[in-house]
Nanobody, 123 residues
Framework: VQLQASGGGLVQAGGSLRLTCADSGGTFSTYDMGWFRQAPGKEREFVAAIYRSGARIVYADSVKGRFTISRDNAKNTVSLQMNSLKPEDTAVYYC?????????????????WGQGTLVTVSS
C-alpha cells in the first residue's frame, strides 16, 4: 500500500472541500481505510472509516452529517467530502489503511499512512 492524499486547501467557513487518497500499491480493495486529522498542538483524531467492501462506514460525532467518506475500489481511491466546514476543522488530514480495523477510532491500529494534506478553514 502506498497512499497519496490530496485536495487540501484554504476555504471559508461554510465551504466545502473534497480530499482524495490514492493507493498506488495495487491491493487497495483488501484494506479498510480511515481518515484522521491533527491540528497544531493536538493529538491525531479519528474522522471517518470505511471498510473494504464499503458496507460499513463510521464517523466521528464532530463531523457526522457534514462529512462523507466513500471509496472506489476500481480506481484505488478513498475520498472525504467535507461540507459546512468550520474553523475547528482546520488540521492536517491523513488517510490510513489496515488489513482489518478492530478499533477504527485508534490511529495506532493502522499500518499504512499517506503524507497528509492541510485543510485551513477561515472564519
Amino acid at each position: 500500500v502506498q497512499l497519496q492524499a490530496s485536495g487540501g486547501g484554504l476555504v471559508q467557513a461554510g465551504g466545502s472541500l473534497r480530499l482524495t487518497c490514492a493507493d498506488s500499491g495495487g491491493t487497495f480493495s483488501t484494506y479498510d481505510m480511515g481518515w484522521f486529522r491533527q491540528a497544531p498542538g493536538k493529538e491525531r483524531e479519528f474522522v471517518a472509516a470505511i471498510y473494504r467492501s464499503g458496507a460499513r462506514i463510521v464517523y466521528a460525532d464532530s463531523v457526522k452529517g457534514r462529512f462523507t467518506i466513500s471509496r472506489d475500489n476500481a480506481k484505488n481511491t478513498v475520498s472525504l467530502q467535507m461540507n459546512s466546514l468550520k474553523p475547528e476543522d482546520t488540521a492536517v488530514y491523513y488517510c490510513a489503511a489496515d488489513r482489518y480495523i478492530w478499533r477504527y477510532f485508534d490511529w495506532k491500529e493502522y499500518d499504512y499512512w499517506g503524507q497528509g494534506t492541510l485543510v485551513t478553514v477561515s472564519s
